[in-house]
Every structure is written in structure tokens, then in C-alpha cells.
């Protein structure tokens, strides 16, 4: 269990760009959530996935965003036409329905801090 | 419709004193409740967690927290704080109701320990 990675750490970008951001869940992990996290604030949630399927999104999620998991895996968060407002901490977290304890319990990633000049 | 408040965003102790982290909630269903900790430039960690049964609940790095219902409270707690306890505290609540299972989150308690 190597636990819930996120690729890149760190992206700068200008306003007006594309970025994508990559989420690996620990395996067999069932659930995905990407979460944002901007300076002086606890995460907000974005947007859920079970298995391939995008089951709810948040208000926060604006028509530039867009999240896919394809093949119920690993997981995609693109940015178009990047605002400074982006700029945040973005966070994947994964889970199973029910573990161990019989619950669910949300692992972090280390997040993807995005600064957009 | 759940929240999370957490009482005082700055906390600061001296190594070996108790620490006291607020937490009260809103929910209108039994609430499922974590502390995660974050330290500088990482992603969370969960701490502990409560969903039922024992209302005191013990986590990792000595932490533990008590759900209080009728003060509507989780609070969490350490009796001798350690340098390495310095980090910013979450305190959540899962949402339920359909296929949502997203956390709030309360805006976080940055603890500074002194030596």
C-alpha cells in the first residue's frame, strides 16, 4: 500500500492556460474525491467518483472544470483557461465503501499546489 | 445540513502542557466525525475518527477526542504536547443523504508549540 500519490506537487502557470492534474488512489480503493484547499481555509469538496462513475459535483465545480476516471482508476482534474482564483491547493483523497472498522475513511493525497500569475 | 466550527484558528502551548482543540458541529442525522492533521506543504492525515458506539475515541500520536451530543462537540486533546505537534488540525463531517459521502471541513486550527 504505497498510499494516495498526486502528480505534479507544484504547477505554475499564466492565466489563460490549461492544466491537468493526475490523482492515484490507493488500489482497490472504490471512491475518489478531489477536494480544494486555498490559503487559510479546510478543503472544499469538488467532486466525487465511485468506480468511472462522476457521481456528484460541486457548485465550485465551474464549466472550465472537468474530472474523469477513466476505467475506475487513476483520476484527472483539468483546469481550462486557468483564473488567479484557481490558485489553491488541490487534494485527492480515496476510499472504500466500507473498511476494516466498517465504515469509510477518506485517505489524502499530498495535493497539487497551483499558482496561476 | 452538516457543518463545522472550529473555535479559535490560532492555538499556541508550551512543550508538555495539555492541548485543547475545539470542535462543534451541526448535523441534523448521528454524525460521522474525523480530526486530520496537516503539516506545512503536505495533505492530510487522519488523526481519529468517530461514527458509533465509545463516545472517547484515541487516535494516532497520543490524540484523542470525546463526542459530546448534547453539546454538540468533538474536541480534541493531548496531555503533554511535543514539538512535533506543531501542524494545522481539521475537524470534519461526513455528509450523508444519496451517493454523497464528500467531508466538510472546519477552516482549521494552527497549533505552535513552545519549547
Known amino acids: 500500500d504505497t498510499g494516495v500519490s498526486q502528480d505534479p506537487r507544484h504547477k505554475i502557470t499564466k492565466r489563460g492556460q490549461n492544466v491537468t492534474f493526475r490523482c492515484d488512489p490507493i488500489s482497490e480503493h472504490n471512491r475518489l474525491y478531489w477536494y480544494r484547499q486555498t490559503l487559510g481555509q479546510g478543503p472544499e469538496f469538488l467532486t466525487y467518483?465511485?468506480?468511472?462513475?462522476?457521481?456528484?459535483k460541486s457548485r465550485l465545480l465551474s464549466d472550465r472544470f472537468s474530472a474523469e476516471r477513466p476505467k475506475g482508476s487513476f483520476s484527472t482534474l483539468e483546469i481550462q483557461r486557468t483564473e488567479q482564483g484557481d490558485s489553491a491547493m488541490y487534494l485527492c483523497?480515496?476510499?472504500?465503501?466500507?473498511?476494516?472498522?466498517?465504515?469509510?475513511?477518506?485517505?489524502f493525497g499530498p495535493g497539487t499546489r497551483l499558482l496561476v500569475l | 445540513a452538516q457543518s463545522v466550527t472550529q473555535l479559535g484558528s490560532h492555538v499556541s502551548v508550551s512543550e508538555g502542557a495539555l492541548v485543547l482543540l475545539r470542535c462543534n458541529y451541526s448535523?441534523?442525522?448521528?454524525?460521522?466525525l474525523f480530526w486530520y492533521v496537516q503539516y506545512p506543504n503536505q495533505g492530510l492525515q487522519l488523526l481519529l475518527k468517530y461514527t458509533t458506539g465509545a463516545t472517547l475515541v484515541k487516535g494516532i500520536n497520543g490524540f484523542e477526542a470525546e463526542f459530546k451530543k448534547s453539546e454538540t462537540s468533538f474536541h480534541l486533546t493531548k496531555p503533554s504536547a511535543h514539538m512535533s505537534d506543531a501542524a494545522e488540525y481539521f475537524c470534519?463531517?461526513?455528509?450523508?443523504?444519496?451517493?454523497?459521502?464528500?467531508?466538510?471541513f472546519g477552516k482549521g486550527t494552527k497549533l505552535s508549540v513552545k519549547p
Open positions: 467518483f465511485q468506480n468511472e462513475a462522476q457521481l456528484e
Open positions: 483523497a480515496s476510499s472504500v465503501s466500507r473498511d476494516s472498522s466498517g465504515w469509510e475513511t477518506q485517505y
Open positions: 448535523s441534523s442525522v448521528p454524525p460521522y
Open positions: 470534519a463531517v461526513r455528509v450523508y443523504g444519496g451517493s454523497q459521502g464528500n467531508l466538510i
